[in-house]
């Protein structure tokens, strides 16, 4: 009954688990399977970490690494030992669990990421979910160049990339609509919206700087309803709820705003495995007391190209609420 489809891969629900530590080991990737979830994402592959270890491991030998060869050849090795690993979970996933198991690559650079994206591919990832995290903070750079960045980014992953690829964003564009349209012509077949990216802190104990709860609250989910409702009836690509979808209603709400599926992570860690079957269960009963016998009976049914009244997804109704 809540069967569903994302990037043309079947899902038997509409809750993915999202990229993080509860799918980054087979154990755990298991446990996820167990409790109903449709997919899983795995833990990103972050290329900085990688170059951050390797320039680690190499200033501690660099005693024996004296000549700029040996610094190439220690580098690739280092690099191949992170992505063999992450290719190991992979193909280990693919043998143990029957659910889609999508791929995530944390990239900086145009070229290196291609290189560990069609490995994954060839090893059996069923989807590439792309981290894509501008921070604009170069005063020089003009919006309308971060934009341009994200576009050829795309444009490259998707002519390199045969299974289907998503891309993992935040909202902070001048004109997300434009965006998220570009992203379609382009080819790409699903958007997550939206990243919940670091944020940082200060311990004021310390002095010194720290990062905030990278957990999220149950009222973080109005930006990606908004603009899944807004966009979801205008493009081909699936657009994905993520950030604050906490129980049943809000995936409820997701999949009759346009979402076909969504991702989830923070009611995991903090209910544990068994939030994913009260959530399916949620959705059924709902569907069942409202007559809807599959996900597709109502998924868009609220999304601005459906309604008479889409402006309401533009309109805040701040006066309303006051009066
Ligand atoms: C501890 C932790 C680690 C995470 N690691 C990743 C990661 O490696 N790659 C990624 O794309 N997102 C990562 N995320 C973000 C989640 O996938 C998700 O986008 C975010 O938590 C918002 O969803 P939620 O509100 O359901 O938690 C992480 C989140 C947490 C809490």
New binding site residues.
């Given amino acids: 009954m809540i069967k569903t489809e994302y990037m043309g891969l079947e899902l038997k629900s509409p809750v993915i688990i ?4 509860l799918t ?1 080991n087979i154990v755990s990737l298991k446990k996820c399977q167990e409790a109903g979830c449709g997919a899983v ?1 795995l ?2 592959i ?1 290329e900085e970490q990688i170059e951050a270890d390797v320039q680690k491991v190499m200033s501690d030998n660099a005693e024996y690494l004296q000549h700029s060869s040996a610094d190439d050849f220690y580098a690739s090795t280092s690099r191949d030992y992170y992505i063999d690993r992450y290719m190991k979970l992979l193909t280990e996933a693919k043998k143990e669990l029957d659910i889609p198991i999508i791929a ?1 690559v ?1 990239a900086k650079s145009y070229d290196s990421w291609i290189d560990y994206a069609e490995r994954f591919a060839k090893c059996g990832a069923d989807a590439i ?1 792309l ?1 894509y995290y501008p921070i604009s903070s170069n005063a020089a750079v003009k919006g309308e160049d971060v934009d341009k960045t994200l576009l050829r980014f795309a444009e490259k992953a998707r002519n390199a990339i045969d299974v289907p690829l998503s891309l ?1 964003i935040g909202y902070k564009y001048s004109s997300l609509a434009n965006i998220i349209s570009s992203l379609d012509k382009i080819g790409i077949n699903g958007l ?1 919206l ?3 990216f670091f944020r940082p802190d200060i311990d004021i104990d310390k002095i010194e700087m720290s990062s905030a709860n ?3 609250s149950s009222d ?2 109005g930006e990606a309803l908004r603009w899944i409702g807004l966009m979801s009836g205008e493009v081909k690509m699936d657009l994905v709820g ?5 129980d049943g209603s809000t995936v409820v709400k997701m999949i009759l705003s346009g979402a076909p599926a969504v ?7 903090k209910k544990g495995f068994p939030v994913v079957g009260t959530i399916n269960s949620f959705v059924e009963d709902w569907m069942k007391a409202h007559g809807f016998s599959s996900i597709s009976d109502f998924k868009g049914m609220l999304s601005q190209e459906h309604m008479k009244d889409g402006w309401k997804w533009e309109r805040t109704q701040f006066l309303k609420t006051i009066n």
């Fill in positions: 999202a990229s993080s530590p980054q994402v833990k990103s972050f995530s944390c979910e981290d993992k997550v939206f990243n919940r990278p957990a999220s973080e989910y993520n950030t604050g979808i906490h991702e989830i992570c923070t009611a995991v860690i």
